[in-house]
């Protein structure tokens, strides 16, 4: 029903910065809320950011004032600007959204911050 997919990540220096893309192949405006998430290696998925369609965003204390979730109407895109890495920023990032009650997510896309 939705296909999303990301791009953008990469391997970074502790300071640098990163922006994560999020494709979808429906219309941006039909899926009520669109997110970020992520995992590193033995740990639970955690939330990052999320935006609803009314403009509301949430953000995890941890990435607060250095990560910036966004929606691209016109491309269909759900952006995630992400300053200030910290080694701890390093996991699989995955976009995630909500349509017609169901979760969908994409394949996720590899950060790696180096120290």
């Known amino acids: 029903q939705v296909q999303l997919v990301e791009s953008g990540g990469g391997l970074v220096q502790a300071g640098e910065s990163l922006r994560l893309s999020c494709t979808t192949s429906r219309s941006i405006f039909s899926i009520a809320t669109m997110g970020w998430y992520r995992q590193a290696p033995g740990k639970q998925r955690e939330l990052v950011a999320t935006a609803t369609i009314g403009g509301a965003t949430n953000y995890a204390d941890s990435v607060k004032g250095r990560f910036t979730i966004s929606r691209d109407g016109a491309n269909n895109t759900l952006w995630l600007q992400m300053n200030s890495l910290k080694p701890e920023d390093t996991a699989v990032y995955y976009c995630?959204?909500?349509?017609?009650?169901?979760?969908?997510w994409g394949q996720g896309t590899q950060v790696t911050v180096s120290s």
């Open positions: 995630r959204a909500t349509y017609t009650g169901r979760l969908f």
